[in-house]
């Protein structure tokens, strides 16, 4: 799942930046493409767009690895449960066997076979 989510991030950058606008009027320019060249043509051109989208898509990403990073999939209640079950499963199986081996066990199992 969490390489799905690293996909999503450069698909969505490249929506914002390839997608055009809500109108259908022009192709190829989304609305914040539009936008930006409206407010300052003279500095956004095509390739500063571009780095634009590019940088706020690698800021995401670092963002979403750290954040994944830092804070854990599971609380430390459900770590620590999912150790003790490996600890219970391990003296169960220690013990089952244990009881195989056992003078009783066999005598229980011959009065089980017997019914």
């Known amino acids: 799942m969490e390489k799905l989510t690293f996909i999503a991030i450069p698909v969505n950058a490249a929506i914002i930046y390839f997608i055009g606008d809500s109108k259908f009027e022009t192709s190829g320019h989304s609305q914040i493409t539009s936008w930006l060249t409206d407010h300052n043509p003279d500095f956004w051109t095509s390739r500063n767009i571009l780095l634009l989208i ?3 898509e690698h800021f995401l990403m670092w963002y979403k690895s ?4 830092f804070i854990a999939d599971f609380p430390k209640s459900v770590r620590k449960a ?5 600890q219970v499963k391990l003296r169960a199986k220690k013990l089952l066997d ?6 009783e066990f066999l005598k229980y199992k011959q009065v089980d076979d017997q019914v």
């Open 54 to 56: 590019l940088g706020v």
């Open 66 to 69: 750290s954040i994944s990073t």
């Open 82 to 86: 999912k150790k003790r079950r490996v």
């Open 98 to 103: 244990t009881l195989k081996n056992s003078d």
